[in-house]
C-alpha cells in the first residue's frame, strides 16, 4: 500500500499520509471554513466523530459529505462550500 | 445457526462480538467509522498503540466475524430487520440477537464564540489529528471537564502539540476525593502524569469565550473571580459525555436518565435486544469490555460463563458512578451563553430565541433547534443542560441519508 495519497482541496493539492481523513486534509491546507452556515457563519469540524454535521464539504461531486467520515484517496476532488 | 448483529465496533461491541462468536452465533458486527477500534482505539485496528488493543484485535483474529464499516444503521424496517446506509447503497441486517454498542459522544455546551472555526470538542480535536491533521507546534487549550482531556493533552503533546493549559470546570476538592480512590487505575494515572509533566493543569477553571475574526484567535478563561484571556490556534473543549441511545430509543429500548436500561445480561426492555458499553452509561474502557463481554456471552446462551464476569463489571461500575459524580457540571456554566449566543449550530438558533419558550416541543416548533441534520445530537444535551428539556421522540430515519435509500 502506497504511503501517501494525494487529494485536491478547491483545486489545490495536498499529500496525507493514507489512511488520513478529507477533514484533516482540508485543515492541512489552511482552509478552517468547510461550510456556511443557516445564517452565514464560517463554520469548521467540531465533534470529528461524524454527529455535529459541521465538516460537511462536496466530496466528487457529491454534496454534504462529512469529511471527518471520509478516508482521502488519490485524486478526490474536495470542494468546501464556505 | 443464529444471527447476532453488533452497532458499533468500539471495545464493547469487539468485545460482544468474539464472545458470540466463539460460542457459535453468526455475527455481523456494522459501524459508521471507516474501521473498527471506536473512538478509543481509533486506528489501531491496523497498528495497535495500547496493549488492550494489541490483545483485543488479536482475540478477533481467532473467530469468524463479519465487519461492515462505513456503514449508518437509519431504520428498523421489521423487527428484527434493520437497513443500513452504505457508500454503495442500502444493507438489510437481519439478526436473531441485537448488541447495541452505539457507544458515546462529547457533551458540548454554548458559550460565545464556541461556533467559530477551530474551536473544536477535546475527542474531537483528538480524533482530527488521529487522523491525519499535523498539529506540530500549534498552541492548543484544552478546556472543559472529564478525564479524556487528560488522555486528549498527553496525545496531543506526542504529537508535538504546545498545550497551554488544561481547563477542568471541577473544583480541586471534588478532585482530590476522586483521586483517593483511584488505586485501581494508579498505573494508568501515573502514566499520564509523566506524559503531562510540565503542562498546567487548572481545576474550577473553564472557558467563558472564544474570539476571532472568521476563526479562532484567543479564548477567555475565568477562575475565582479572576479572567485573563489567552491566545492560541486550538481550542479542544468538550464537557465529558453523553451516551448515543438514539437508536436504543428508535426500537424502543427504555432509557432511563439518558443512557440505555439493561438487566444483569446486558438486556435491554426488548427480549433479543441487548446494550454494552457507553451507551448504557458512561463508564470507560474496562466497563465497556466487560459489559461487551456479558452481552457477547448471553446472546450465545453462555450464561454461567457471563456471570463469572459480574464482579469485574461491579468494581468497573463503581468506579464509573464515582467518575460521574465527580464531573458533574456546575451551575455557573448555565450562564455561558449571552443572549445571541448560537445553541442550536445547525439551524443557527440564539439563547434569546430558545429562552422565550418553556419546552423542548414548543422550541422545536417555533424555532426549528434541534431540527438540522445533527438532528440535536448536539444542541440536545446542551439544552436539556441549560433549560432542563428533554428530547422527546425519536423518528427514522435516524440521520439524513440519501433519497434513494428511503424510497428503494
Known sequence: MPETVTVVVNGVSVTMPAGSMVSAAILKTGITAFRRSATGEPRGPLCGMGRCFECCVTIDGEEHCRSCQTVCRDGMDVRTDA | MRDAVIIGAGPAGLAAAYGAAKNGLRVVVIDDNPAAGGQIWRGEQAKPASPEAQVWFEKLRSVDIQLITGARVFQQRAPGTLLAETPEGVSELNYDSLVLATGARERFLPFPGWTLPNVMGAGGLQALVKTGLPIDGKRVMVAGSGPLLLAVAAYLRTRGAEVLLIAEQVSSMQLARFAVGLVGKA???????????????????????????????????????????????????????????????????????????????????????????????????????????????????????????????????????????????????????????????????????????????????????????CQGRVCGSAVEFLFGWRAESVRPPLLPVRIQSLIR
Request: glycine share 10%.
Open chain 2, 187 to 373: 498505573s494508568q494515572v501515573f502514566s499520564l502524569k509523566r506524559q503531562l509533566r510540565g503542562v498546567r493543569y487548572l481545576s474550577g477553571c473553564w472557558v467563558t469565550a472564544a474570539h476571532g475574526d472568521g476563526k479562532l484567535e484567543s479564548v477567555a478563561l475565568t477562575r475565582g473571580g479572576k479572567r485573563w484571556q489567552v491566545s492560541c490556534d486550538y481550542l479542544a473543549c468538550g464537557y465529558h459525555l453523553v451516551p448515543n441511545v438514539e437508536l436504543a430509543e428508535l426500537l424502543g429500548c427504555v432509557v432511563e436518565s439518558g443512557s440505555v436500561s439493561v438487566d444483569q445480561y446486558q438486556q435491554t426492555s426488548i427480549a433479543n435486544v441487548y446494550s454494552a458499553g457507553e451507551a448504557t452509561g458512561i463508564g470507560g474502557l474496562e466497563l465497556s469490555l466487560v459489559e461487551g463481554e456479558i452481552a457477547g456471552l448471553a446472546i450465545a446462551g453462555k450464561h454461567d460463563e457471563a456471570r463469572s464476569l459480574f464482579p469485574i463489571r461491579e468494581q468497573q461500575r463503581r468506579f464509573a458512578t464515582r467518575l460521574n459524580q465527580t464531573f458533574a457540571l456546575r451551575d455557573e456554566l448555565k450562564q455561558l451563553p449571552a443572549p445571541d449566543t448560537i445553541v442550536c449550530r445547525c439551524e443557527d438558533v440564539t439563547f434569546a430565541r430558545l429562552s422565550a419558550h418553556d419546552s423542548w416541543r414548543a422550541a422545536k416548533l417555533q424555532t426549528r433547534c434541534g431540527m438540522g441534520p
